[in-house]
């Protein structure tokens, strides 16, 4: 005890210098925590009387087709988001690995869609892709010279969760596919050349060398891109919230819930769920790619 | 046969990535392109009467930017978006500057559970983190405040300033605050005098980041300010949706909007980097 009381007289200008950012991020972890459980735990009768505790707002949320949907909506986006987030960051870090001349100036350009705000790109989406005369539907029409014709009639793409969800995931891999090249050209500079060309010296083509040299050693950042682009994907709200107004994912349910249905204590629990799911997949992903990892090495 | 010679691809491989560069290239500027298009297109090029829109306006036109930058609601958003990420600078800075000096410099036990626990906070999604903020916020009377937002913005920034603060000072050598301390400075005076002004340029990027995030930042002002007297660029785009509006106005306070990002984050991506690959996710 005195030891603790020494070194604090001793540290007090550092412990008084690290003490608010403390206070303050655990005033919010708290204020978080405690209204979320208790806000989800809390039900309002239609005449405002509040019963605590009570799990109504889960058996409701659990019962409406709408969370279904919205949560299938979920899931297929994670499942699909997530390895096209992982193809486009590897595809830009493959192209950037390379000793070129412009290397700097092609990486900063490659760069430049995390700078759009997600609005904004939402929102150009929404131009491209407006019914029926917007950009995208020209082209694929067949009305300008360079493209071929591939539709006959122009397509609404806010009519179908297909399309409109498709259009919103679009926007999202686009935005976001630097992160993943970042994370991945680490993971690709951190390979040196001599364990290639001790490969190579073995006998190695360029596919052995990708297989047994390039992949296991990537793995690691192939991870870290997948586990952090699929809890990306889960809490995806900015995107259709403009793309996708009527064909509800989780997060944009939560809004819906809050704003346009009054309803705290549903949104709150939608939001516990969406936590878990998040945890859940994450959980999972980790698994998964452990057993990859023994995979790979062991052959 | 030299060792960087055998490493060179054979000719096809290339052309393919050659191609799949300029493909790259292209899909990344394609959306650029067409907002700036539309951001300077006339009204014949938007409005055509069943002819194809122009890929290229007919006669390109700065008058839709003229049109806002004339018009009293752009410039008091335009305010609040400032005064919004001064304040969320100010209250960020002061209280994640010291805490990352703190943080880089000093050995304490359990340091990387500490940052995991600070920064923690932002692993919940900002959709789910903002329903119990609102609601907090509603009832401590924070709602439709500057100060209010500015605390929420705070927080989704201070994990980049604390990660960003840290690797600046860490660049600092700690022997020139064993020398300077030799020679009699207080903890203090090193701080003000050595360290503050080796790190400024560092620290500077750190505040424009910070500027940046509260200036496009839509989850938080939405639920927070969407409903009141206050509105931040991005929420007036947002009400401005409700309209319809021609997509030249969209386009044009769109490029408002985007091109201090832009700007900004090319000249500053060396210290961005850091912050965006450590881990803290956005």
């Known amino acids: ?299 | 046969m030299t060792p960087m010679k055998s490493f060179t691809l054979p000719d096809r491989s290339t052309v393919v990535w050659f191609v799949t560069l300029c493909v790259m290239i292209l899909v990344v500027f394609i959306p650029i392109y067409f907002m700036f298009k539309y951001s300077i297109s006339d009204r014949s090029s938007i409005v055509t009467g069943g002819d194809i829109v122009p890929l290229w306006p007919y006669h390109p036109t700065l008058k839709t930017f003229a049109f806002i930058l004339g018009y009293p609601d752009f410039y008091r958003a335009a305010g609040v978006s400032f005064k919004l990420a001064m304040l969320t600078i100010t209250m960020s800075m002061t209280l994640g500057v010291p805490a990352a000096y703190v943080l880089s410099r000093y050995n304490i036990p359990g340091k990387a559970v500490l940052l995991m626990g600070l920064i923690s906070v932002r692993l919940f999604p900002d959709i789910v983190s903002i329903i119990p903020v609102a609601v907090a916020f509603a009832r401590l009377r924070l709602h439709d405040t500057y100060f209010g937002a500015a605390m929420a913005h705070s927080l989704l920034a201070l994990p980049y300033v604390l990660y960003i603060c840290m690797g600046i000072f860490e660049s600092i050598p700690k022997d020139l605050e064993r020398q300077a301390e030799i020679l009699g400075a207080g903890k203090g005076y090193i701080l003000w005098r050595i360290i503050i002004p080796l790190s400024a340029t560092g620290l500077a990027a750190g505040a424009i980041y910070t500027f940046l995030l509260s200036w496009d930042e839509f989850i938080f002002s939405y639920f927070l300010l969407g409903f009141g007297e206050l509105t931040t660029l991005p929420l007036y785009l947002k009400h401005k949706m409700a309209f319809a509006p021609p997509q030249d106005l969209l386009m044009a306070i769109s490029m408002l909007l985007s091109l201090p990002v832009i700007v900004f984050t090319m000249l500053l991506q060396r210290y961005m980097r850091s912050g965006l690959t450590a881990g803290a996710v956005k």
């Open chain 1, 1 to 299: 005890m005195s030891f603790l009381k020494e070194s604090l007289n001793k540290y007090k200008l550092e412990f008084l210098m690290l003490l608010p950012v403390c206070l303050y991020l655990t005033g919010f972890l708290v204020i978080i925590f405690y209204y979320l459980i208790s806000l989800s735990l809390t039900y309002v009768a239609p005449d405002y009387a509040e019963t605590f505790p009570s799990l109504r707002n889960y058996f409701f949320i659990f019962h409406s087709p709408e969370f279904k949907t919205a949560f299938l909506n979920s899931l297929l986006f994670v499942i699909v988001g997530t390895p096209l987030e992982l193809a486009a960051g590897l595809v830009l870090a493959l192209l950037i690995y390379r000793n070129f001349r412009f290397r700097g100036i092609v990486r900063s350009i490659f760069i430049v869609p995390l700078a759009v705000p997600a609005m904004v790109t939402a929102i150009i989406l929404l131009v491209l892709f407006e019914y029926p005369s917007g950009h995208i539907n020209n082209i694929l029409l067949g009305r300008h010279w360079f493209f071929p014709e591939v539709i006959a009639v122009p397509v609404n793409w806010r009519d179908s969760a297909f399309f409109a969800l498709g259009v919103s995931l679009l926007g999202k891999v686009w935005r976001d596919m630097p992160i993943s090249m970042l994370i991945l050209l680490a993971g690709l500079n951190s390979i040196t050349l001599d364990q290639y060309l001790a490969a190579e010296t073995m006998g190695a083509g360029s596919r052995q060398k990708f297989r047994y040299i390039t992949l296991p050693l990537l793995l690691p950042s192939i991870s870290t891109v997948l586990i952090i682009r699929s809890i990306e994907m889960w809490k995806e709200f900015i995107f259709p919230y403009f793309l996708a107004r009527r064909y509800h994912l989780m997060g944009t349910f939560i809004e819906t819930l809050y704003h346009d249905w009054n309803k705290q204590g549903e949104a709150a629990a939608v939001s516990v769920i969406l936590v878990f799911c998040i945890i859940g997949f994450s959980a999972f992903l980790f698994w998964f790619l452990k057993r990859v990892r023994v995979g790979l090495i062991s052959i």
